[in-house]
């Protein structure tokens, strides 16, 4: 292989190299992440991602170089996932317009790629930080510019633009506090420098004519997750989704609760003394209205066959619907309470697993309807939503919900009549009054946000910080509770997960109503993976 450029299969073997060795680092990115809490996915992401391109540019085996740069941009782009994803596919299309037309590229032209793939991955983060992996994508593309300045051959080149990137690295922890305090560097960042020594892997291998084979690591146990949540609520026990709201005065939300307990599942009733949303799965609906009945006027009564809807939503005669809602959650009893508000189609995913770009298009794409909203549930999953969102034919709405709570008070008071942009405002404010917070167990010892924390102690996170650590749960659960409702809260709402048994949630959230008498308190079960329990506060 010559060192001055290089041609289409030479790039090929290239990008197989680095996916490679994406597979073999991905578990220590994951490791890189901030909080000690199980859902580092850092790597998994970028690997994901980049598999998927190169995948794409396998199919184009034998094109001319631009050409593969093009599939493998293509291929990053709807594989993407998290935004370590996104930013990733972001920099392999500005890659990609530079290489344009290009038969062979030479290191001028790798610098180009470079600098266009830097300025891309600016240009899709809305507020750009450095310390992360543009910093890195950026002084890698200096590395380049400064090595065609030089004249160096591709190798020397890319071996000085690799150092310039490796010293950004290390560098980051000085440019975001929050890093050093958590002693690692940028996960981000990390996998880009192992991408790039890949690349410097592959070229060695090259040089001695050895072939490369792809290693596919790609995420069985992913494909096996989801298609067990798609099979989740197959049977539907209670055929009647009963919704109305209550006026009167003095309404007693919990007495209501525990007189419709009893008539079906998937209960909720949410609002205050004087209005109140009730919400039930029932095989009796005329039981509940009459219940209902008992505390004041009923309006908005709306009571639909979930079999019939279930049977319309699988015909392919199905009528269009004036809107529709895909909704990303990750847990049966998350999954169920999401269909049962009116999602469409629930992608399963979030929290340790962002689903693709090609994913949640695939959603969008399968409600019959012309306009969606897409509710991403997760910070990681929001930079994917607007990629799909651009990509779909259809009229698309993103609520920028953050967190699982913030989606089902979307949710709630979504109308599908009117414009999809004055429904999408009302859904995002009603997610703004919810505070939410999570409860996990640390997954190694740390030092943050002034707490000393062993792996295996039980840590509450709200909006990035840490508040309370412990190796019991239910002090751990009360902090947490306390600083959620600092700020008049009536309402708190606990989704228990995976690892929890129900008489364990129960016990917990009995001792939190003495605790907190003038709150109410209600209890769903989540089934969320790693999170003991998602909290919050309205």
Known sequence: MGFDSFNGKEFLMMLVGSANLLAEHKSEIDALNVFPVPDGDTGTNMYLTFLSGVKEAREKKGAAAGEIAAAMAQGCLLGARGNSGVIL?????????????????????????????????????????EGTILTVCKRLAEGFDEGVRRH??????????????????????????????????????????????????????????????????????????????????????????????????????????????????CLMVVGNDETAKVHIHSNHPGLVLECCLKYGALNNVQISNMEEQHRELN???????PLGIVSVGQGEGIINIMESLGADSVIPGGQTMNPSTEVILEAINRVRADRVIVLPNNSNVVMAV??????????????????????????????????????????AAAAESIKCGEVTRA???????????????????????????????HPVVS????????????????????????????????????????????????????????????
């Open 479 to 538: 902090g947490l509770v306390k600083t959620l409702v600092a700020e008049a809260a009536e309402i708190v709402t606990l989704y228990y997960g995976a690892g929890i048994s129900g008489s364990e949630a129960e016990s917990l959230a009995e001792g939190l109503g003495k605790e907190f008498g003038e709150l109410e308190i209600e209890l769903h079960y989540g089934g969320q993976p790693h999170y003991q329990f998602i909290i919050s506060a309205e």
């Open 315 to 321: 015909s392919p005669s199905g009528l269009e619907k």
């Open 89 to 129: 596919s972001q920099i392999l299309s500005g890659f990609a317009k530079a290489l344009e037309g290009k038969s062979r590229v030479c290191t001028a032209d790798v610098a180009a790629g470079f600098s266009e793939g830097s300025e891309a991955a600016y240009r899709a983060v809305m507020n750009p930080a």
């Open 152 to 265: 160096y051959d591709m190798l020397r080149a890319m071996f000085h633009a690799y150092r310039q990137a490796q010293q950004a690295l290390a560098e980051t922890p000085d440019m975001l506090p929050i890093l050093k305090e958590a002693g690692v560097v940028d996960a981000g960042g990390r996998g880009l420098v192992v991408i790039l020594e890949g690349i410097l892997h592959a070229l060695k291998k090259a040089a001695a004519r050895q072939e490369l084979e792809l290693f596919d690591l790609a995420a069985s146990q992913q494909k096996e997750f989801i298609a067990r949540a798609r099979e989740v609520n197959q049977v539907i026990q209670f055929t009647y989704c009963t919704e109305m709201i209550v006026g009167g005065r003095g309404l007693p939300l919990d007495q209501m609760r525990r007189e419709l307990a009893p008539y079906g599942d």
């Open 443 to 473: 997954v190694r010892d740390t030092q943050m946000d002034g707490l000393n924390i062993s792996a295996g102690d039980y840590i509450a996170v709200v909006e990035d910080r840490i508040l309370a650590s412990g190796t019991q749960l």
């Open 386 to 427: 607007e990629q799909a969102k651009k990509i779909s034919g259809k009229e698309v709405e993103m609520v920028k919900t953050l967190n699982i709570p913030q989606g089902l008070a979307a949710m709630l008071v979504h109308n599908p009549y009117g414009d999809i942009g004055d429904i999408a405002r009302k859904m």
